[in-house]
């Protein structure tokens, strides 16, 4: 089996607003895409800030895996969502 290619990589900041408390989340990592046919959109993230109540609900890192990009933000968008954050990128 062949080892995928590396196409594309970006650094990427996500942020997002608390909507009961007003704070702001801040996300930072990257984003890479190969040349495979299955999920070949992923984005690692890493929580950038300090400890405050909803970074203590929310993983300190994540990764989302697609199949495109509006995919993989989508994903990113309803995990937001459903700790009450709104995707403010």
Not at 34 to 46: A, E, G, S, W
Request: contains cysteine; glycine residues 6%; aromatic residues 14%.
């Amino acid at each position: 089996m062949a080892k995928s290619k590396l196409i594309f990589q970006a650094k990427q900041e996500v942020y997002g607003k608390h909507l009961k408390s007003n704070e702001w989340i801040m996300y930072s990592g990257k984003l890479s895409i190969y040349d495979r046919k299955t999920t070949p959109v992923i984005l690692k993230l890493k929580c950038e800030q300090e400890v405050d109540f909803v970074s203590n609900l929310m993983d300190d890192t994540k990764e989302f895996k697609g199949n495109s990009v509006s995919d993989v933000f989508g994903k990113l968008a309803k995990w937001y969502y459903k700790y009450g954050i709104i995707f403010q990128n």
